[in-house]
């Protein structure tokens, strides 16, 4: 099994930046990919980046891209989620979660999430 719990959310006004913080615990050596989700109120969730635990490539959703990096710090077991330039429509419940493949497949592995409100 693997845990994963986030930190790091809160209210920021549009145009700020938030650095949200993904910590994996148990079969850490599992893990092939860890992705961030978002899931906006009243809206289905949705893919915001993810990246290959051991060789660090990234892919970004267009909606993200040129304001989000998504990181990992192997040694503590850390993947982090740097959001600037912060719009209202970035307001969400983010989660992150894990996945044995490096490719392809479902996430068996969830966070309990962490809010980010962004306000106009």
């Known amino acids: 099994q693997v845990q994963l719990v986030e930190s790091g959310g809160g209210l920021v006004q549009a145009g700020g930046s938030l650095r949200l913080s993904c910590a994996a615990s148990?079969?850490?050596?599992?893990?092939?990919?860890i992705a961030w989700f978002r899931q906006p109120p009243g809206k289905e969730r949705e893919f915001v980046a993810r990246?290959?635990?051991?060789?660090?490539?990234?892919i970004y959703a267009d909606s993200v891209k040129g304001r989000f990096t998504i990181s990992r710090d192997n040694a503590e077991n850390t993947v982090y989620l740097q959001m600037n330039s912060l719009r209202p429509e970035d307001t969400a419940l983010y989660y992150c979660?894990?996945?044995?493949?490096?490719?392809?497949?479902?996430?068996?592995?969830w966070g309990q999430g962490t809010q980010v409100t962004v306000s106009s």
């Open positions: 148990g079969r850490t050596f599992d893990i092939g990919t």
């Open positions: 990246i290959i635990w051991s060789g660090g490539v990234t």
């Open positions: 979660a894990a996945r044995k493949s490096r490719n392809s497949g479902a996430y068996a592995y």
